[in-house]
């Protein structure tokens, strides 16, 4: 089972709004509502933002946001803050053996 | 507060054997999946196995199947990781982390490292 392929990196200004994807196959994102997010944070536990495809934790901003089309979801980050500078990585339920799946990982930086 | 706490990282020869712990408090730990997930140093996650409330159930990566082997002390609310042969591949920081019934999970370790290495 191969990794889900995100971009390895994306860039944006404070108060901006940028888009990661995650893109997999019909055995795994396509195929099921069961695509989360992860925040990572240099030398720190992954953090639950999405779940589901486009739910929300308690505690975790609105300005997170996720969907999915097709073979393909994406998380969104409005109003982008310093504090979002992490690494992000998407999961999916997969029907391989493995039944877990996670992304390549994307570094988010604020310029 | 749910807290996951991870013990029994080190330092193992290839070949050799560890045997990992994590410790849950602040949730029912009897009444909930567990999984160990890994990460590799400067690498992405990587699910590794995880059990069922009464241990009935395990599944494990394809890599890692024969060589590790999950377990939990629900009296003692712990999980366990007995990992065998290792190889310099399983080098990573384990996390122990609860899966949700929608295939996420919702609460992790702060992990422990493993470094197979002569």
């Known amino acids: 089972q191969s990794a889900l392929t995100q971009p390895a990196s994306v860039s944006g200004s404070p108060g901006q709004s940028i888009t990661i994807s995650c893109t997999g196959s019909?055995?795994?994102?396509?195929?099921?509502?069961?695509v989360s997010w992860y925040q990572q944070h240099p030398g720190k536990a992954p953090k639950l933002m999405i779940y589901?495809?486009?739910n929300r934790p308690s505690g975790v901003s609105n300005r997170f946001s996720g969907s999915k089309s097709g073979n393909t979801a994406s998380l969104t980050i409005s109003g982008l803050q310093a504090e979002d500078e992490a690494d992000y990585y998407c999961?999916?339920?997969?029907?391989?053996?493995?039944?877990?799946?996670f992304g390549t990982g994307t570094k988010v930086t604020v310029l | 507060e749910v807290q996951l706490v991870e013990s029994g990282g080190g330092l193992v020869q290839p070949g050799g054997s560890l045997r990992l712990s994590c410790a849950g408090s602040?949730?029912?730990?009897?009444?909930?999946?567990l999984s160990w997930v890994r990460q590799a140093p400067g690498k992405g996650l990587e699910w590794v196995a995880n059990?069922?409330?009464?241990?009935?159930?395990?599944y494990y990566m394809d890599s890692v199947k024969g060589r590790f082997t999950i377990s939990r002390d629900n009296a003692k609310n712990s999980l366990y990781l007995q990992m065998n042969s290792l190889r310099a591949e399983d080098t990573a920081v384990y996390y122990c982390?609860?899966?949700?019934?929608?295939?996420?999970?919702?609460?992790w370790g702060q992990g422990t490292l493993v470094t197979v290495s002569s």
């Open positions: 982390a609860r899966p949700r019934p929608g295939y996420y999970h919702d609460y």
């Open positions: 602040g949730f029912t730990f009897s009444a909930s999946w």
């Open positions: 059990i069922k409330q009464d241990g009935s159930d395990k």
């Open positions: 019909s055995s795994d994102v396509g195929g099921y509502n069961y």
């Open positions: 589901d495809v486009s």
């Open positions: 999961s999916s339920y997969t029907t391989s053996s493995n039944r877990y799946v």
